[in-house]
């Protein structure tokens, strides 16, 4: 995969998906080192563009190639183009001429990281496009469920909120159907696309019936200052009918586990009680991602070392 | 070159619904034969054998630019894009800086024109002052000063009692009222059809029924006032039925549709192409499909660009903020030749589509090649094939989707009052 953009799983194989993973699993064990950093990717630059804050995924990219001892600078802009006076294209070529081996792009709009991706020369990854892809937090969830149910193939996950805006949403659906989990949406009627079972998905306005039997309750995390009144009428009311606590997991299956991407609005999408603890894996979805990052980091931008897995086909 | 013979061309005059192998003599500015065999006593001569020879396109829908942003377009590039596009008229929409909601603001236009461009420009007024939705210009002063019809475009008209006011009062002026159908509320941020491909590609979506409740709305008051309403580029197959139904009933409604919406998907906007951001979007293929067979069955009586200039560098950001719109003038008639190879369309209705239809919907002289009428004619070369590049072509700006295509199909020369405004190559040859 050296050289190739992560911009989205829709693009990912099964075999590339895999791929990911497996390196993923093999960087965990860095971070349990005493000194957490190896030398693969001394000498890169990897730079974070960030139009949008995002104190976590930042962080996490920052942390993954800073144990891969990649120079990491963080390049953050606040504005859309128009309001700078300064489109894609320039900024793409201007960071393009600072010559860097990886950048990581968050932007607030959908396709900002595709059209970037055609002037860069380094890779892209996406770490997040409007209400597109993000793609390694998909990633970082799937490495998640593998180490809890060891499989993902045969799973049932359901994800549940408002899956019209939400970027980790798609990136979910495509990566667990594609690794044969059966995905299943729920939430409000004016947070559910019109056209979302043509992703392979099937959608439900019950939380009951979505959950029922469910491996994954994955919740999204509400944009209770833009949403609300809009796609719903008051927090009150979305907590009560699709907040996730322990009384309504009961339908689930006794061992489903239960995630979220963060930050968690508590008492809204999950309930306090639930954020914590298990079937909570709240934190392991965050510790995995450094070690996910690392590996999307390592195979894009790294140079096979001796021993390690071939790349796929592409 | 007081005489010209246009020899041998396959003419088609859908005004005379003339089809057929003729010669074509210009005099002094006007047709003055239609035949077999006409003298070429001392005329220039042109070969049009293999050519159409028909009466010069009408654009009901353009974007010129001028006064105001020039640095997209201004009348003489947007009218020698015309031209090469085989338009010698082309009406341009009032959202204009200023906007072309006053006589001096029109006279300004038709002047520049006069000096500037080789097409004529039918200046298109505002029927609210500033397109803001409230108060009616002074149409009967706009339409003295030379504007055909009115419109606020792409700011339409929410409040439905404005609108009727706009409508009734549009009877004293005698011109119809072009409205660009989407209610706002219901479009929202929406930049790309709402359905499977907005769901796939995490852009707000703008719904049909976005469209369809303001065509509704306008039929109803077209109704009620027996106005003249012409519906701007539908899109989608559920106003097509609207419209229909209300011809049916007897409603004063025209219609027309764009190349870009009957050719092209939201498909095309996968990869994130800013130059397939229109307003409204581009819809799904069923919908594309109910376009071609209302516009076949006459449902929709005109097909007209919406010719959209835009900055490259206007368009080089987020597909969210990039400015609606995509250039039309130029690749119009090589775009809409594929509903002709797909027999959905015979040449000959096509040309009424662009040519008679529109002229006649705006009131103006054209869209004939009878004896008499003024020689604005377009020679038409079906089967060649060429290569769109932006940069080559008249427009100020660039922003096209078919940049780089190759397309069947150009204007092969146009002429405007008998004289030669535009030749592809010079083969044509007149001096």
Known sequence: MIGRDILGIEDLSRDDIELILETAERMQEIGNREVKKVPTLRGRTLINLFFEPSTRTQTSFEIAGKRLAADVVNFSVSGSSVTKRETLLDTAKTLDAMDPDAVVVRHKVAGVPHRLAEVLEAPVINAGDGAHEHPSQALLDMLTVKEQKGRIEGLTVTIVGDIAHSRVARSNIYGFTRLGAEVRVAGPPTMLPSAIESLGVKAYTNLREAIEGADVVMALRIQMERLEGACFPSVREYAATFGLDREKLRFAKEDAIVMHPGPVNRGVELAHELADHRPSVILDQVRNGVALRMALLYLVAGRPPKGAPREGAR | ?431
């Open chain 2, 1 to 431: 070159m007081a005489r010209v013979l246009i020899r041998g061309g396959r003419v088609l005059d859908p005004s005379l619904d003339l089809d057929d192998t003729l010669d074509l003599l210009i005099e002094d500015g006007r047709i003055a034969g239609l035949g077999r065999g006409l003298s070429d006593d001392g005329a220039e001569v042109v070969d049009a054998a293999g050519a159409w020879v028909a009466p010069g396109f009408v654009d009901a829908h353009a974007h010129l630019r001028e006064p105001g942003q020039e640095y997209k377009e201004d009348l003489a590039s947007g009218g020698n894009a015309a031209v090469a596009g085989g338009f010698t008229q082309v009406a341009c929409m009032a959202n204009t800086d200023p906007v072309n909601d006053d006589p001096s603001v029109t006279m300004y236009i038709l002047d520049r024109a006069e000096k500037d461009s080789p097409a004529r420009i039918r200046p298109i007024a505002a029927a609210t002052r500033g397109l803001k939705g409230q108060v009616m210009t002074e149409m009967m002063a706009l339409r003295e000063a030379g504007a055909v019809a009115f419109s606020d475009d792409g700011a339409t008209i929410m409040d439905a009692g404005v609108m009727r006011r706009v409508l009734q009062y549009s009877k004293l002026a005698g011109a119809p009222v072009i409205v660009h159908a989407e209610d706002c509320h219901l479009r929202g941020a929406g930049v790309v059809n709402e359905g499977p491909v907005s769901t796939r590609l995490g852009l707000p979506g703008n719904p049909c029924v976005a469209e369809e409740v303001l065509v509704a709305r306008d039929l109803r008051l077209a109704a009620i006032t027996g106005a003249h309403l012409h519906v701007a580029h539908v899109s989608t197959a559920g106003a097509v039925a609207l419209i229909r139904r209300a011809r049916e009933e007897g409603v004063r409604v025209t219609a027309e549709a764009t190349p870009h919406h009957l050719t092209l998907t939201d498909e095309a906007t996968t990869g994130y192409d800013t130059s397939t951001r229109v307003a409204p979007p581009l819809r799904s293929a069923r919908d594309v499909d109910a376009l071609r067979q209302g516009l076949a069955e006459g449902v929709i009586d005109v097909i007209a660009t919406d010719h959209a200039p835009h900055a490259s560098y206007e368009k080089e950001v987020e597909f969210t903020e990039a400015p609606p719109g995509m250039l039309g003038l130029e690749t119009a008639l090589a775009v809409v030749l594929e509903l002709v190879r797909e027999v959905r369309l015979t040449p000959l209705e096509l040309i009424r589509r662009l040519s008679t239809n529109p002229a006649r919907l705006l009131g103006l002289e054209g869209g004939s090649l009878a004896v008499g009428a003024s020689a604005d004619v377009v020679l038409v070369d079906p089967e060649r094939v060429w290569t769109y590049d932006p940069s080559l072509g008249f427009s100020k700006s660039r922003n096209s989707p078919w940049a780089g295509a190759t397309l069947t199909g150009r204007v092969a020369a146009t002429f405007v009052a008998g004289r030669l405004v535009y030749q592809y190559e010079r083969g044509v040859s007149l001096r």
